[in-house]
C-alpha cells in the first residue's frame, strides 16, 4: 500500500514497484496530463477562451452594404465600438478657412530703378559711339561703323530698354543725339517714378487688403507683412507720377525734349512688386500640412439609422465613414490579444494569491467551479446586451441613456462564491467579474467600479448564512446599494439631470440585486451537489439527528455516536478559539467515524458487554478492521451524498497515525525469520489532515477517547493529557500538512481544558432520601474503615480503571 511519506516519524515506502514498469504513454499520463498544474493551466485555457467568446461574440460588424440617400434602411446600424470617424465636410472647410487666412507673397524687386538706370546708360551710351551724324538733305550715316552693322547694333541697344521702343520714341531720341542732358533728365524721372512700390494691377493687390500681404525684399529674401496699401501705385500711377515730374522739374526745356525724356523712363519702368505664386503655394501647403482633420465621435452602441427609416445625407455619410475604417484582418488580432491578456491575467493573479493570500482556493474544483460562475455571469450579461437594441425598437418610447445592463447583477455571482468559499475568494473573483464585465457592455469604467462595490457588499451579507431568507436580506441590501451606485455614477458622468433615464436604471439596478438573490437560493443546492461543497445551510441541515447516518449511528453504534457527539463539542470550541469556521468542525465531527457502523462491536466505545473481539484475532487482522473503518466511513459518505469536507475529514482524521497498541502486540509475537512486521501494515493510510478544522478533528477524537480512561480527572490531569497528546501527534508529523501553526495549538489546547473540564467536573455526593423509621445513611466518612473501596473504579464507559491502558492502546494511542 502507497502512503504518503511523512516529514517526520518513520519513513514510508513510495510508489509500487510495478509503476517502474508502466509503459511511456502511461507515464507521461500520470507525469503532466494527471499534474495539478497542467490541469489549471488547462482550466485557465478553457476560461480564456470562454471569455473571448462572451466578449465578442456575437459583435457587431461594420456595415458592408451601401445605402443611398433616401431609401428606406432594412436594418438598423448600429456602431460596434467607440471611434473617432473623420468628418471629410468640416475637415475640408477647416482646410479652406486655414487656405484662406495665408497671406500671399509678393517680391519686391529693390534694385529695379538701378538697373533701369543702367540699361538706359547703356542704350545712350551704345548709341553714341556709334556716333550718328544728320546729314543736310536730313539723310543719316554712321561714322566709322560698317553700315551692315548699323542695324544689328541699333536693335541690340533698344533690347536694353526692354524691347525696341515706339518708332516716334526712337525719332526722337536720335533727334535729340542721345545727348546726355536727355540721359540725366530720364534717370531724374525714373526716381521719381520707382519711389514707391509699382504692381501690375491694383485691382488684384486690393483683394488681398482685408489679410495683408507678405513683402519679401530680393534679393535679401526678407520677409515682413504688409496691410497699408496706400504707398503702392500700379503702371498707370507711375506714368502720371512722369508726367507730373516732367512739368516741375523739365519746365524750362522744349517740348520735344520734355516729351522724349517723358516716353524714355516710361517705357523703362516695370512693375517692382510681383505676386510669387510658387512661394504663396509653398506657404499654403506648409499650412496645409498642419490642418488636422476634424473627427467626430461615434459611441459603441450609437444608432447610426434605425430600420423602416428613411436614410438621410448625414446619416449616409456616417456609414460610409464606419466602411472606411473597417479592416478584414483585424478581427484575428482582437481575439488573440483578449485571449492573451486573459490568459496571462488570470495565471498570474490565481498564482499570486495561491501563494500569498492564505484561505485562497487554488484547487482544480473550486477553479472550475469559479470559472463557471463568471462564465454564466458574463454569458447573461451578454444576453442582455444583445436584447437591448431589439427591446428600444420595440418599445419607441424609452429615453436614451437607459442601460439594460443593470438588470444582470455580476454581484450574484461574488455572493454565490462567498456562500460556498471564502471572503479572499471573493475579493479575486468580484475583480476579474468587474474587469470583464466591464468588456463586455463596452469597457466601460464606471460598470467595473459599480460591479466591484456591488460585488464586495453582496459578499458582505452572506458571510454568515446560516438560514435562506439571509440570501434574500443580502439581495434586498445590494439592489439598494445598487441604486446609489446608479445615482453616484450619474453625478460623476453628468447625467443627473436626465430624470426618466435615471429613474429606469434606478429601478432596474435594485432589480438586478433582487433577481441574483432569488436565483442564487434556487442555485445553491444544485452548486452543493456538482461541487460537492458545504454551505452553512447545508451543514446545519447535516447536524440534524433525524439524519439515516445519525439515526442509525445512534442505534447500532451508540458508543461511537455519543464519541461523535463529544468530539464536535471539543471541534467546535477549538475551531471558535483559532478562528476557523465552527460549525464546518462540528458537522464533519458528527460523521468521522461513521465508518464503525459496519463492524461497530470491533470498537471499544461499543463493547457493553466486556466482550472484546480483538482477543480472538491476530494483531495484523485487527489493525486491518480498524483502518478500514476510515474506508467504509468514505464510502458511506459517497453513497449519502455528503459534502466533499466531510469525506476529507473522514479519510484524513488519522492521518498516517500508528496503531501502536497492535503493532507492539505483533511485534512481541513476531517471528524475524519467517514473518516480519511490517510497521506500514499498522498505519492508517491517509492523507494527513489538510485543513485546519481536519486537524482539530484529529486532535480532539485522541484526546476525547484518553479524557474517557482518565482516573478520576481534574484540571490538572486533564490539562497534562491534552498537552501530553497534541506534543505526541505534532511529534509524529501529523499536523505538517495542514495551517495549524504552535500559536493555533496552544489555544485548541486551552479550549479542549475548558470544555473537558466542563465535561467531566466533579459533583458533590448528595445522601440518599431516609424513608420514615428508618435508620439514616451514613456519610461516606462514616463508612465502616475496616472495609476498604473496591480498586476496581469504573470509567465513565464502564471500563476498569487498570484496564484503561489497554483501552487506549486498541483505540491506536
Given at each position: 500500500m502507497a502512503l504518503h511519506e511523512p516529514e517526520r516519524g518513520p519513513k514510508l515506502a513510495g510508489l509500487p514497484k510495478s509503476n517502474k514498469r508502466l509503459s511511456w504513454d502511461k507515464r507521461l499520463h500520470q507525469k503532466y496530463l494527471a499534474h495539478p498544474g497542467t490541469i489549471k493551466w488547462a482550466i485557465n485555457l478553457a476560461l480564456s477562451l470562454g471569455l473571448v467568446a462572451i466578449v465578442y461574440y456575437p459583435r457587431e460588424q461594420f456595415p458592408e452594404e451601401e445605402f443611398a440617400v433616401g431609401e428606406v434602411a432594412e436594418k438598423t446600424v448600429k456602431v460596434p465600438q467607440d471611434l473617432d470617424v473623420e468628418d471629410p465636410a468640416a475637415t475640408e472647410q477647416r482646410q479652406e478657412e486655414a487656405m484662406a487666412a495665408v497671406q500671399s507673397v509678393y517680391d519686391l524687386d529693390t534694385k529695379a530703378e538701378s538697373l533701369a538706370g543702367d540699361n538706359l546708360r547703356k542704350c545712350f551710351q551704345g548709341f553714341r559711339e556709334l556716333k550718328l551724324t544728320r546729314t543736310a538733305g536730313g539723310?543719316?550715316?554712321?561714322?566709322?561703323?560698317?553700315?551692315?552693322?548699323?542695324?544689328?547694333?541699333?536693335?541690340?541697344?533698344?533690347?536694353?530698354?526692354?524691347?525696341?521702343?515706339?518708332?516716334?520714341?526712337?525719332?526722337?531720341?536720335?533727334?535729340?543725339?542721345?545727348?546726355s542732358e536727355l540721359e540725366s533728365a530720364a534717370l531724374s524721372l525714373l526716381r521719381v517714378a520707382y519711389s514707391q512700390p509699382i504692381v501690375i494691377s491694383k485691382k488684384l493687390l486690393f483683394k488681398e487688403k482685408d489679410k495683408g500681404i507678405v513683402v519679401r525684399k530680393l534679393p535679401q529674401d526678407e520677409r515682413s507683412a504688409l496691410a497699408d496699401f496706400s504707398g503702392i501705385q500700379d503702371l498707370a500711377e507711375a506714368k502720371a507720377a512722369l508726367e507730373n515730374a516732367d512739368k516741375i522739374q523739365l519746365a524750362n526745356k522744349p517740348a520735344s525734349f520734355r516729351l522724349a525724356a517723358v516716353k524714355l523712363a516710361a517705357a523703362l519702368i516695370a512693375p517692382t512688386l510681383t505676386f510669387n505664386k510658387d512661394e504663396t503655394e509653398k506657404v499654403r501647403g506648409e499650412v496645409l500640412a498642419q490642418v488636422s482633420p476634424i473627427f467626430y465621435k461615434l459611441k459603441r452602441g450609437e444608432i447610426i439609422v434605425r430600420r423602416g427609416d428613411r436614410v438621410s445625407e448625414a446619416q449616409v455619410a456616417k456609414i460610409k465613414a464606419l466602411s472606411s475604417v473597417r479592416m478584414p484582418w483585424e478581427r484575428p488580432f482582437i481575439y488573440a490579444g483578449l485571449f492573451l491578456i486573459s490568459l496571462l491575467s488570470l495565471a498570474?493573479?490565481?498564482h499570486f494569491a495561491g501563494r500569498n493570500i492564505r484561505k485562497f482556493a487554488y484547487q482544480p474544483r473550486d477553479l472550475?467551479?469559479?470559472?463557471?460562475?463568471?462564465?454564466?455571469?458574463?454569458?447573461?450579461?451578454?444576453?442582455?446586451?444583445?436584447?437591448?437594441?431589439?427591446?428600444?425598437?420595440?418599445?419607441?418610447?424609452?429615453?436614451?441613456?437607459?442601460?439594460?445592463?443593470?438588470?444582470?447583477?455580476?454581484?450574484?455571482?461574488?455572493?454565490?462564491?462567498?456562500?460556498?468559499?471564502?471572503?479572499?475568494?471573493?475579493?479575486?473573483?468580484?475583480?476579474?467579474?468587474?474587469?470583464?464585465?466591464?468588456l463586455v457592455v463596452g469597457r466601460s469604467l464606471s460598470f467595473a467600479l459599480y460591479t466591484l462595490v456591488g460585488s464586495l457588499v453582496a459578499a458582505g451579507e452572506v458571510g454568515q448564512c446560516r438560514e435562506r431568507a439571509t440570501i434574500l436580506r443580502g439581495g434586498l441590501v445590494l439592489g439598494l446599494a445598487n441604486v446609489v451606485l446608479v445615482l453616484f455614477i450619474a453625478l460623476a458622468e453628468n447625467m443627473f439631470l436626465e430624470v426618466q433615464a435615471l429613474l429606469y436604471n434606478g429601478l432596474f439596478a435594485?432589480?438586478?440585486?433582487?433577481?441574483?438573490?432569488?436565483?442564487?437560493?434556487?442555485?445553491?443546492?444544485?452548486?452543493?451537489?456538482?461541487?460537492?461543497?458545504?454551505?452553512?445551510?447545508?451543514?446545519?441541515?447535516?447536524?440534524?439527528?433525524?439524519?439515516?447516518?445519525?439515526?442509525e449511528m445512534s442505534i447500532h453504534a451508540p458508543g461511537t455516536h455519543q464519541h461523535s457527539l463529544a468530539v464536535a463539542n471539543l471541534a467546535e470550541s477549538a475551531a471558535e478559539a483559532i478562528h476557523a469556521n465552527p460549525l464546518l468542525a462540528r458537522v464533519v465531527a458528527m460523521y468521522h467515524d461513521i465508518g464503525k457502523?459496519?463492524?461497530?462491536?470491533?470498537?471499544?466505545?461499543?463493547?457493553?458487554?466486556?466482550?472484546?473481539?480483538?482477543?480472538?484475532?491476530?494483531?495484523?487482522?485487527?489493525?486491518?478492521?480498524?483502518?478500514?473503518?476510515?474506508?467504509?466511513?468514505?464510502?458511506?459518505?459517497?453513497?449519502?451524498?455528503?459534502?466533499?469536507?466531510?469525506?476529507?475529514?473522514?479519510?484524513?482524521?488519522?492521518?498516517?497515525?500508528?496503531?501502536?497498541?497492535?503493532?507492539?502486540?505483533?511485534?512481541?509475537?513476531?517471528?524475524?525469520?519467517?514473518?516480519?512486521?511490517?510497521?506500514?501494515?499498522?498505519?492508517?493510510?491517509?492523507?494527513?489532515?489538510?485543513?485546519?478544522?481536519?486537524?482539530?478533528?484529529?486532535?480532539?477524537?485522541?484526546?476525547?477517547?484518553?479524557?474517557?480512561?482518565?482516573?478520576?480527572?481534574?484540571?490538572?490531569?486533564?490539562?497534562?493529557?491534552?498537552?501530553?497528546?497534541?506534543?505526541?501527534?505534532?511529534?509524529d508529523g501529523q499536523l505538517d500538512e495542514c495551517e495549524l501553526t504552535l500559536k493555533d495549538l496552544n489555544a485548541i489546547a486551552r479550549a479542549f481544558n475548558k470544555t473537558l473540564g466542563a465535561m467531566y467536573h466533579q459533583r458533590p455526593d448528595y445522601p440518599t432520601p431516609v424513608e420514615k423509621g428508618a435508620a439514616p445513611l451514613k456519610k461516606k466518612s462514616d463508612a465502616d474503615p475496616d472495609k476498604k473501596p473496591d480498586k476496581r473504579l469504573k470509567t465513565v464507559e464502564g471500563v476498569d480503571s487498570e484496564d484503561s491502558e489497554e483501552y487506549l492502546k486498541r483505540l491506536g494511542m
Open positions: 539723310n543719316e550715316e554712321v561714322i566709322g561703323v560698317p553700315p551692315a552693322f548699323r542695324e544689328e547694333r541699333e536693335q541690340e541697344l533698344l533690347k536694353t530698354l526692354g524691347g525696341p521702343p515706339e518708332k516716334d520714341l526712337l525719332t526722337a531720341l536720335k533727334r535729340q543725339g542721345f545727348s498570474t493573479v490565481v472550475v467551479f469559479l470559472a463557471v460562475v463568471l462564465l454564466v455571469s458574463l454569458a447573461s450579461l451578454k444576453l442582455v446586451e444583445q436584447l437591448a437594441l431589439p427591446i428600444r425598437e420595440a418599445f419607441t418610447g424609452l429615453p436614451e441613456g437607459v442601460e439594460f445592463h443593470y438588470l444582470i447583477a455580476l454581484a450574484g455571482g461574488a455572493m454565490l462564491v462567498r456562500l460556498v468559499l471564502n471572503s479572499e475568494v471573493v475579493l479575486v473573483y468580484s475583480l476579474f467579474a468587474s474587469l470583464f464585465g466591464a435594485f432589480l438586478g440585486g433582487l433577481f441574483a438573490a432569488i436565483l442564487i437560493t434556487g442555485v445553491v443546492p444544485l452548486v452543493e451537489s456538482a461541487f460537492g461543497y458545504a454551505t452553512d445551510i447545508k451543514l446545519l441541515e447535516l447536524l440534524n439527528q433525524d439524519h439515516p447516518l445519525l439515526k457502523l459496519h463492524k461497530s462491536h470491533y470498537f471499544a466505545e461499543n463493547q457493553w458487554d466486556q466482550e472484546n473481539p480483538h482477543d480472538k484475532l491476530r494483531p495484523s487482522m485487527s489493525a486491518l478492521i480498524l483502518t478500514n473503518h476510515v474506508k467504509e466511513g468514505t464510502e458511506l459518505a459517497e453513497k449519502h451524498r455528503l459534502p466533499q469536507a466531510a469525506l476529507d475529514c473522514i479519510a484524513q482524521h488519522h492521518g498516517t497515525s500508528l496503531i501502536k497498541f497492535f503493532y507492539e502486540k505483533a511485534k512481541e509475537q513476531e517471528n524475524p525469520g519467517m514473518d516480519p512486521v511490517d510497521e506500514l501494515d499498522f498505519r492508517y493510510p491517509g492523507p494527513k489532515p489538510q485543513l485546519r478544522e481536519t486537524g482539530i478533528i484529529m486532535l480532539a477524537d485522541a484526546v476525547e477517547s484518553a479524557g474517557r480512561s482518565m482516573r478520576e480527572p481534574n484540571p490538572a490531569r486533564i490539562q497534562g493529557m491534552v498537552q501530553n497528546i497534541i506534543n505526541r501527534i505534532f511529534a
